[in-house]
């Protein structure tokens, strides 16, 4: 696992996230510990370290 700390796209708090460093690309929705919105994660990783990151609001 890699923990990333990165900013929330609705309340711009840091938070961090656990992340799975065995799948290289993932998609998925996770909700903000602070203040609770969905976020869309898409982590990409290389030979376990990541080498991308994208946090997405979904509700524009």
Do not use: A
Not at 3 to 8: G, I, L
Not at 13 to 31: G, K
């Amino acid at each position: 696992m890699y923990e990333h700390f990165f900013q929330c796209p609705y309340c711009w708090e840091t938070i961090s996230m656990l992340l799975d460093s065995s799948v290289r690309t993932q998609t998925y929705v996770e909700d903000c510990e602070v203040c609770c919105n969905p976020i869309q994660v898409t982590p990409q990783f290389e030979e376990f370290q990541l080498v991308g990151f994208e946090v997405v609001n979904i509700e524009q």
